[in-house]
C-alpha cells in the first residue's frame, strides 16, 4: 500500500518536473538556443528534489506502517517518533493514544479471559458436584419415600391418637387412630375445630396448652356416640422463624380403663380408710353420741350424701327415734320420729337387708323437700342396724344416684353403728350403776347430819352448772359430776360426834375435820378414779391465797376441778340450813363471793357464777328448790 503511495507521489513530483522542462522546452525553441543545457539541469534537479522530498514525505507512512505491526505483534508499549508536520504529530498523538487504549482493552480482556477461564473451572466443579448432589438427592428421595412410607405405618399403626392443630384449634392432622377411639375417620375430622370434640369442662385446658401454661392433662374427648373417653393428652407447642405460635401438636393417650380402675382403687381406698375410721371412732373414750355423730358425718363426707341420719327405736314410743344427722342438710327439719308402720320400715325389719326407697315414698318433713328437689336426691339407701340378730335401728343415706353403691361399705358401717349403739347402751346402763353406787356412799355420808342431806348432789350440780358456763368439755363436766357427789366422802371417817356437834368445833375437832380430803383419797383410790377427780377431792378445802387445807396450795397450783368445787361447796353451805344457823339467801352468798374473790376463791371461777346469776339466776336457785323436791 505504502509502497504504491511513494510511487505514485514520485510520478506527481517527476511529472511536475517533466512539467517544467516542457516549458522551458518551448521556450528554447522559440528563441534560446544554449537552453537545452540548462533544461537538463533543471531536469536533474527536479529529479532529485522529487526523491528527496518523496523520502521525507514518506518517513511518517513508514513509521506508522511499523508501528502498526508492532502492535499487530502485541508490543502496545511501542512510541512513534514523528516530528514533521503538524498533521503527523497529531496522528502519531493518537495512534499512540490508541495504542494505549488497545493495551488497556487488551490486558482488560486477559484479565477477563483469566476470570473466565477460572470461573469456568469452578463451573465445571459445580456441575460435577451438582451430579453428584443429583444423584444423592435420587438417592434421599428415595429414602424418604421409604421413610415417609416407615413414618406413616408408624403414625398410623400407633396406639395414641396423633393430631395437630393450627392457632385457632383447626385440626390440619390426625393419625387414624380417631376411627378406633372417637369412631370418626381422620378426612371427616380434619378441617373442624378440635374444641368440637372435647368435653365442656376441658375446653379451657387445651386453650392453656395453646398460650403455654401447662403441657400435660386429662383430656375427656366425645366420641361419635357420644361417650366420653379420657386421655391423658400431652402437648407442644409449635412456633415459626419468627417465634410466633402456628399450632399445636398433641398426643392423646386412652386412659379411660386406667381411669375407671383407680377410681375402683381409690374407693375401696376411701372405704378401707373410712371403715379404719369408723372402727378407730369405737375405741375412742368418746360419748356415744358423738361417736354417732362422727360415724354419720364420715358416711355423708365419703358417699357425698346431704343427708345422713341414725335412729334407733324407741321401746317407750315404738317408733324409729332420731339419735344424730349429718351433712349439709343437717339443721334442715328433720322428723324427730317416724313411723315403724311404714311399708319401707317393715320390709327392712323383716328382712334385715340393706333396702333402696323411692325419696317420695320416704316420710320427710314438708320444709326440707324443696331442698332435696334442687339436690336432685332421688333415693334413700336405708341399712338396718343389727345387734344380737335384733334390729336396733336404720342408718339412712340419702342418694342422688338410681342405684345403690357401696353397699359393702354401709354393712361394715352399720355393723360398727350397731356395736356404738349396744357400747352406749351398756356404757349408759354401767354409768347409771355406777352413779348409783357413788350417790349411795354420799347419802352414807349425809345420813350422818339430817342438815346435810342433798349437799353432795348440790354440790355436785352447781359445779356442773360452773363448768358449762367456763366452756369445759363433757369429760370435764363429767369428771367435776363424780367428784362433787363424791367430795365429802372422807367424813366417813369422822366421828359423828364431831359431824353433828351443834356448837362450834374446837381447834383439835377442826384439825380432824380438815383430814377428810386425805381420807376421800384413801378411800376412792382403789376404786380406779381419774387422778383429775381424786386431786379434786382432796385439794377442794385449799384456798386461792393459799391459807386452805390440807396442802395450803395457791393460785395455779390449784387444780381447776377443786376450784371449782371450793366455790360449789362454798355456794350449797351459804345458802343451806345448819344446825346452828339458818342459811343466807342466794343474792348475799353471790355478794360473799364477791367479797372474797381473789382470797378464799379463784376470781375466774367467781366470775363465771357470777355471768350465771346476772344472766338467769332462777338457773343456780332451781337447783336447790329441785334437791328440796327429791328430798
Given amino acids: 500500500m505504502f509502497k504504491n503511495y511513494r510511487n505514485r507521489l514520485f510520478a506527481i513530483i517527476f511529472g511536475v518536473s517533466i512539467f517544467i522542462y516542457f516549458i522551458s522546452f518551448i521556450h528554447i525553441v522559440k528563441g534560446i538556443a544554449n537552453g537545452v543545457l540548462i533544461s537538463i539541469i533543471i531536469l536533474l534537479i527536479s529529479i532529485i528534489i522529487s526523491m528527496r522530498e518523496s523520502k521525507i514525505l514518506l518517513e511518517p507512512i513508514v513509521r506508522l506502517n511499523d508501528g502498526v505491526k508492532r502492535i499487530s505483534k502485541g508490543d502496545f508499549d511501542y512510541k512513534i517518533d514523528i516530528d514533521v508536520t503538524g498533521e503527523f504529530k497529531e496522528l502519531a498523538k493518537n495512534f499512540d493514544e490508541m495504542s494505549m487504549k488497545l493495551k488497556k ?105 395453646m398460650i403455654g401454661k401447662i403441657n400435660m392433662a386429662e383430656v375427656k374427648f366425645i366420641r361419635k356416640d357420644g361417650y366420653k373417653l379420657i386421655t391423658e393428652t400431652r402437648t407442644r407447642i409449635i412456633k415459626n422463624n419468627f417465634d410466633e405460635v402456628i399450632g399445636l401438636q398433641g398426643i392423646s393417650r386412652d386412659i379411660t380403663d386406667y381411669y375407671s380402675a383407680r377410681n375402683e382403687i381409690l374407693e375401696r381406698n376411701r372405704q378401707i380408710l373410712t371403715i379404719s375410721d369408723v372402727t378407730q371412732l369405737l375405741t375412742k373414750d368418746l360419748d356415744s353420741q358423738d361417736i354417732l355423730y362422727s360415724i354419720a358425718h364420715k358416711v355423708a363426707t365419703v358417699l357425698e350424701s346431704p343427708l345422713c341420719t341414725i335412729r334407733t327405736i324407741n321401746k317407750d314410743t315404738g317408733k324409729l327415734a332420731l339419735m344424730v344427722s349429718a351433712g349439709e342438710l343437717m339443721e334442715e327439719p328433720v322428723i324427730k320420729e317416724i313411723s315403724m308402720s311404714n311399708d319401707a320400715n317393715t320390709k327392712i325389719f323383716i328382712s334385715k337387708e340393706i333396702t333402696l326407697i323411692d325419696v317420695d315414698k320416704f316420710p320427710f318433713d314438708e320444709a326440707i323437700k324443696p331442698k332435696l328437689k334442687e339436690l336432685n336426691i332421688q333415693n334413700v339407701i336405708s341399712v338396718p342396724l343389727i345387734s344380737k340378730d335384733e334390729t336396733m335401728g336404720v342408718l339412712n343415706i340419702l342418694t342422688k344416684s338410681k342405684l345403690g353403691k357401696n353397699l359393702s361399705l354401709l354393712r361394715s358401717v352399720a355393723g360398727s353403728v350397731s356395736i356404738a349403739i349396744e357400747n352406749a347402751r351398756l356404757y349408759d346402763n354401767l354409768r347409771k350403776w355406777y352413779m348409783k353406787t357413788i350417790q349411795a356412799l354420799a347419802y352414807a355420808v349425809e345420813a350422818k347430819d339430817r342438815y346435810t342431806k342433798g349437799h353432795s348432789l348440790r354440790v355436785s350440780r352447781y359445779a356442773v352448772l360452773i363448768g358449762e358456763s367456763m366452756g369445759l368439755s363433757k369429760d370435764e363436766i363429767e369428771k367435776l359430776k363424780i367428784a362433787g357427789i363424791l367430795h365429802d366422802i372422807g367424813k366417813i371417817g369422822i366421828s359423828d360426834k364431831i359431824l353433828t356437834k351443834p356448837g362450834k368445833l374446837t381447834d383439835s375437832e377442826y384439825d380432824i375435820i380438815k383430814q377428810h380430803p386425805k381420807i376421800s383419797k384413801k378411800i376412792l383410790e382403789p376404786i380406779g378414779l381419774s387422778k383429775d377427780i381424786i386431786d379434786g377431792i382432796e385439794k377442794h378445802h385449799e384456798r386461792y391465797d393459799g391459807k386452805g387445807y390440807p396442802f395450803g396450795l395457791d393460785d395455779d397450783k390449784i387444780p381447776l376441778v377443786a376450784a371449782i368445787l371450793c366455790v360449789a361447796d362454798s355456794i350449797d353451805a351459804m345458802t343451806s340450813d345448819r344446825a346452828y344457823r339458818k342459811g343466807m339467801p342466794f343474792e348475799d352468798a353471790i355478794n360473799e363471793l364477791l367479797e372474797y374473790k381473789g382470797t378464799q376463791f379463784n376470781p375466774y371461777v367467781v366470775d363465771s357464777v357470777i355471768s350465771i346469776y346476772m344472766k338467769d339466776k332462777g338457773k343456780i336457785e332451781r337447783v336447790k328448790k329441785e334437791n328440796e323436791l327429791i328430798n
Fill in 105 to 209: 482493552t487488551y490486558e482488560d480482556l486477559k484479565n477477563e479471559s483469566v476470570e473466565l477461564i477460572k470461573k469456568n473451572n469452578e463451573l465445571q466443579d459445580f456441575n460435577m458436584e451438582l451430579e453428584a448432589s443429583y444423584e444423592q438427592l435420587e438417592a434421599l428421595t428415595g429414602e424418604l419415600e421409604i421413610s415417609e412410607s416407615k413414618y406413616r405405618t408408624l403414625v398410623d399403626n400407633m396406639s395414641d391418637i396423633l393430631w395437630f392443630v393450627d392457632k385457632d384449634f383447626n385440626i390440619e392432622f390426625i393419625n387414624i387412630r380417631s376411627m378406633r377411639y372417637l369412631s370418626y375417620l381422620p378426612d371427616e375430622i380434619i378441617g373442624r375445630n378440635i374444641l368440637e370434640f372435647v368435653d365442656e369442662d376441658d375446653k379451657r385446658v387445651l386453650k392453656n396448652m
